[in-house]
């Protein structure tokens, strides 16, 4: 099956490492507005928007 959410394995494999030392070393759990994890999934939901985006029109 073919990935369809524009992320490269790179991408993938870097993301989870970085978002899971943030979960065991990072700061301690702020409001979702300061939090750097869901600051993270954020910006990834925003890449994958923007990819499915500009290939749905196609």
Do not use: F
Not at 26 to 46: I, L, N, V, W, Y
């Amino acid at each position: 099956m073919r990935n369809r959410d524009g992320l490269t394995l790179g991408y993938r494999i870097l993301w989870r490492l970085n978002w899971l030392l943030l979960h065991v070393a990072g700061p301690a759990e702020q409001s979702d507005d300061r939090d750097p994890r869901r600051r993270m999934e954020r910006e990834r939901a925003e890449r994958v928007a923007r990819y499915r985006a500009e290939h749905a029109e196609h």
